[in-house]
């Protein structure tokens, strides 16, 4: 599988190199911001405009990550799409792809700050999601996991610089776990960033995508960067 296993409040995951969680025991695949519909959003609102493939692309990845473990819940862990229209606009073939992907299984939608409201599409419709010991929300609450839980969370798209190169990963401490964004053409904040520094210390990892995921030491990445720019 090339994944890094985890444990988060007594909870096994293992961090899949497409971006995605992976909780064998609870057979739940979650994934974050998806962001379907971003060339669309950016055509209809006179923005750069982008190839218009990253919805088929998007779908594509999700749909072989859930024929390989074949889950029993999905979890879309909020801005699935990328704005309130997004889903509205999708093409037909689209919205019968993620209805065939539905098929058969428990699919939660949690509520992003792109897209707050119900989408249309089949699932159930949250503005978070308790399972057994993990809460997941789209955005990190500072003063969360106090009462013993774990959080899981997206929407900061996290991404670490290694060998000059900036990286798509994971967050982790010991008390929250941050997602990578799964959909094509998001960007990324760096892992160096006030926001991502104040949700989880220097003593957490940065969990890197690549062909397997590699698990960094956050603080020594994070002095990395600091030497650099020092140097400068």
């Not at 899981?152 to 990963?169: F, M």
């Amino acid at each position: 599988m090339n994944g890094y296993a985890l444990t988060l409040a007594g909870a096994a995951l293992v961090a899949l190199p497409s971006g995605a969680l992976w909780w064998p025991e609870r057979r739940l695949l979650a994934v974050a911001d998806l962001h379907l519909g971003r060339s669309e959003r950016a055509a209809r609102r006179g923005g750069t405009l982008l190839p218009p493939y990253e919805t088929e692309d998007t779908l594509a990845r999700l749909d072989a990550e859930i024929g390989r473990l074949a889950p029993a819940t999905v979890l879309c862990l909020g801005d699935s799409f990328d704005d309130g229209d997004a889903a509205a606009c999708l093409a037909e073939r689209h919205v019968l792809w993620i209805t065939r992907m539905q098929a058969g299984r428990r699919w939660l939608w949690v509520a992003g700050n792109h897209d707050p409201g119900p989408p249309g599409l089949g699932g159930s419709h949250l503005a978070e999601c308790r399972e057994g010991p993990l809460v997941f929300r789209h955005v990190a609450l500072a003063g969360a996991a106090g009462d013993g839980s774990g959080e899981v969370s997206g929407h900061y798209h996290p991404k670490a610089r290694l060998a000059g190169r900036a990286r798509a990963c994971f967050l982790c401490d010991d008390r929250r776990l941050i997602l990578p964004a799964y959909g094509t053409y998001t960007g990324g904040l760096d892992i160096c960033a006030p926001a991502l520094a104040s949700l989880v210390g220097p003593k957490g990892l940065a969990l890197i995508l690549g062909p397997r995921v590699v698990a960094v030491p956050l603080q020594g990445l994070r002095a990395g960067v600091s030497a650099s720019s020092a140097s400068r």
